[in-house]
């Protein structure tokens, strides 16, 4: 095995304590200090929104959306048509709307109200 000819080396980067003291210990800090780093910022994904009920249902809309053709596919910057998807997205919605009736506040009943109205006119132009 030793004269085979070897097409990659592998390199071990993984740091290590230099003075043998417990790597848990040490780690913690390290990690903490590395994720707050200044030089490091601009490598970060920029912050999530929170998640909630509106946050998900504004997903589900763009998903829709993005199924009826109404907007461009973030990885291609096409604009392409998948009416079964989008219907299957606009059916979860409704269910969403029917399982949630008497648990939501006034603010997400009128979202998921009003994006179900937009997105099933858009599918029967769309389908039409």
């Given at each position: 095995?030793?004269?085979?000819?070897?097409?990659?080396?592998?390199?071990?980067?993984?740091?290590?304590?230099?003075?043998?003291?417990?790597?848990?210990?040490?780690?913690?800090?390290?990690?903490?200090?590395?994720?707050?780093s200044p030089a490091d910022e601009s490598d970060?994904?920029?912050?999530?929104?929170?998640?909630?009920?509106?946050?998900?249902?504004?997903?589900?809309?763009?998903?829709?959306?993005?199924?009826?053709?109404?907007?461009?596919?973030?990885?291609?910057?096409?604009?392409?048509?998948?009416?079964p998807m989008a219907k299957q997205t606009i059916?979860?919605?409704?269910?969403?709307?029917?399982?949630?009736?008497?648990?939501?506040?006034?603010?997400?009943?009128?979202?998921?109200?009003?994006?179900?109205?937009?997105?099933?006119?858009?599918?029967?132009?769309?389908?039409?």
């Open positions: 095995m030793s004269d085979e000819k070897k097409d990659f080396e592998v390199k071990d980067r993984r740091a290590f304590p230099q003075d043998g003291q417990n790597t848990e210990a040490k780690d913690a800090p390290a990690a903490e200090a590395a994720e707050g970060q994904d920029p912050p999530m929104p929170e998640i909630n009920l509106s946050t998900f249902v504004i997903s589900l809309n763009a998903s829709a959306l993005l199924h009826l053709g109404a907007i461009e596919d973030p990885t291609t910057g096409k604009k392409g048509k998948n009416l059916d979860i919605l409704s269910m969403l709307k029917e399982k949630t009736a008497g648990n939501l506040s006034n603010d997400e009943e009128n979202l998921l109200k009003s994006i179900l109205y937009d997105l099933k006119m858009i599918y029967v132009k769309e389908k039409g």
